[in-house]
């Protein structure tokens, strides 16, 4: 994953001094403005200061006297309120410590997320499953209606939240709209523990701060609830939260928030989904399917640049019009799958989705919930699923998100050698904290509930993994055994994989990891991470090393190619060609590839078949079914006019051709992570850079024979050996002239002769075109 920079509205955070919005990243380094610069504040000594930056920055926070407390003791039955005091005041922390706010307990580990035990565990508990009202508390002035005798938790809600092991908090915090006695109106539950006070401030109520305080629960599980009438559908609101602590207060959005403003602005928006699925016949597909060997081709895409309105001020497509057509698109080039980069809501679009502030609300930029819903039914319509980015790494430092949400370290780490990223100038989740794990899991399990999402690819596991990613030698903790491993980390992802794999086992987890991490796709119960797939890292590097060596050196890097090999079947992987290749001046893949212009096309042709050929699902960024010639840019759309041309035609119809006899032929897919389906047979042709090997499927019948020839040189006899006698039939050659090839082929069959040959009893001769792969499909002898 590669993250842009924002470059411009730089805010402080007044209560630590840090910098945060777009623009921190500019003023490192820099004297400050003399007039009118940055003023620093002196740091409390208890809050770490951390210079972060990340999407679009929020007006800055504004200070507001200390409210006094309350101890007046809690009341009795909970009843219609017209008034209101200083309420939700809880146990008080003993010190600024507690910015770690309240409940903080190491995570249950052994526990998995099977629902069907849920009831029976609350009864053993002696909890309650059903919602029962909120206790009330003293009452003091308010100009608004706010009722407490109507929730939607259950003292096992709290528990399962409190335990880390709550999935579908969706259903219980955020906005939702309700009727109470005949009226309608909306409930609103949030999660901010170290608050004296949260207010509900809307359009409804012309953003009055202190009209619509909402009240504490009397459990001290920090949550905040209350229901207030009239409240309809497409309403704007935000929390303002009064801290305990530094007389800070502060508007947020919403965390569990449906539905968000378009950028820049940043308002929540009361939403209730009113999408009627169509995609039945999808998911019993799917369902049906499980467990079986399939082929994964996915076209991985960023929804705002794929295609844009040049007549409409160059704005990019929305969901409905991308729903008009991608599905086509997609499903006419052969794509098993699309893998949409993140559309959870996030202010900056050049972060490309990877700094997010809504994590429950789609991207509004390009249209409301039911429109996102729309574009994913027709993709399933059309026999395509869905993949999108998921990013429980880190979060941005923006005002109205998840940082800093009650005055508190709440979300992340206080400390910043945990709780800071330093590549994304971002915050870190605090995995440790039980709060923070149901939120999270929660999360994940939303997009494949109410979005029909089939799978989910984990942005930027490896730092997670590790507490030293990207830090000198001084600037991380280790763990409790001494180690480098963040074990709260770990565990979050295998109860998330867990979590999945039971409720919704049909669907997909995919890791973006790029070390040596043993067991990523090992099962959870074997000590794995219990991933479906993961992007093979290396693979993609070592291949595009390859393949912008000049032919004639090659021979020297023989290796380069081949070493893959050692460890394809280590993990179950995914190969891929993504985003983060395209980007920062890495410029586009035909860019890559050395040469004249025909040079330059065989080489890409002959990339894209030898990917097809090599064991693991394949994924393919946008725009490399073009030969796009420019670097990605996410302000811009693809250039769909090169089309007009000979050779970027020619790449399209390889992609189309390649996808489609990757799925016609099981030996491609069937044994994509079994060391049976795979068996070279020669690697040691250095000198003419040629590789060959078999791919094998259940029958003898099914195999291939790969011939890889990554030089500009012709070899009209070229001798290999086979396992069996028999014949061989050309199926695909990447240098055929309908892909814009030199038309260099075998024709007819190639019959193997019992002459020995590379360890086998038989061999066959044939002819090898120019900076090419040839797939050639196995015939037994008749009779």
Known sequence: MAKKKEQDNTQQNPLTGMETGAGAAMNEGTEPNKTGGRKKIKKDEDIAPVGVQSGMAAAQPKRGRPRKTDDTEIGGAAREVMVKSKRGRQDQATSAESTTAQGETKPKRSRSAKSATLQQEAQEVGLSTTPAPVVEQPRQEQTGPVYYDISRLSEFDVYLFREGRHFNLYEKLGSHLMERQGTQGAYFAVWAPNAEQVSVMGDFNSWNRESHQLQARADNSGIWEGFIPDVQAGMLYKYHIRSRYHMYHVEKSDPFALRREKPPQTASVVHEFRHTWQDQNWLAQRKSRHGQPQPYAVYEMHVGSWRRKPEDNNRPLTYRELAEELPAYVKDLGFTHVEFMPVMYHPFSGSWGYQITGYFAAASLYGSPEDLMYLIDALHREGIGVIMDWVPSHFPSDEHGLAYFDGTHLFEHADPRKGYHPDWNSYIFNYGRNEVRSFLISNALFWLDKYHVDGLRVDAVASMLYLDYSRKHDEWIPNEFGGRENLEAISLLKDFNEAVHTQFPETLTIAEESTAW?????????????????????????????????????????????????????????????????????????????????????????????????????????????????????????????????????????????????????????????????????????????????????????????????????????????????????????????????????????????????????SIVLKLPPMAVVYFKYQPQQG
Not at 553 to 573: K, L, P, V
Not at 742 to 749: K, L, Q, V
Request: glycine residues 10%.
């Open 518 to 762: 043993p067991q990523v796709t090992g099962k959870v119960a074997d000590g794995g991470l219990g991933f479906d797939m993961k992007w093979m890292m290396g693979w993609m590097h070592d291949t595009l090393t390859y393949f912008s060596k000049d032919p004639i050196y090659r021979r020297h890097h023989q290796g380069d190619i081949t070493f893959s090999i050692i460890y394809a079947f280590s993990e179950r992987f995914m190969l891929p060609l993504s985003h983060d290749e395209v980007v920062h001046g890495k410029g586009s893949l035909i860019r890559k590839m050395p040469g004249d212009e025909w040079q330059a096309f065989a080489n890409l042709r002959a990339l894209y078949t030898y990917m097809y050929a090599h064991p693991g699902a394949k994924l393919l960024f946008m725009g490399g079914e073009l030969a796009q010639s420019a670097e990605w840019n996410h302000d811009s759309s693809l250039d769909w006019h090169l089309l007009q041309y000979g050779n970027h035609a020619g790449i399209q119809q390889l992609i189309r051709a390649l996808n489609h006899i990757y799925q016609q032929e099981p030996a491609l897919y069937g044994k994509a992570f079994d060391p049976a389906g795979f068996e070279w047979i020669d690697y040691n042709d250095a000198h003419n850079s040629v590789i060959s090997f078999l791919r094998k499927g259940e029958r003898p019948e099914e195999q291939l024979l790969v011939v890889c020839n990554f030089t500009p040189g012709v070899h009209d006899n070229y001798r290999l050996g086979v396992p069996t006698g028999g014949n061989w039939l050309e199926v695909f050659n990447s240098d055929d002239s309908l892909f814009g090839g030199s038309n260099f082929h075998n024709h007819g069959t190639l019959q193997a002769i019992p002459d020995s040959f590379h360890g086998h009893d038989y």
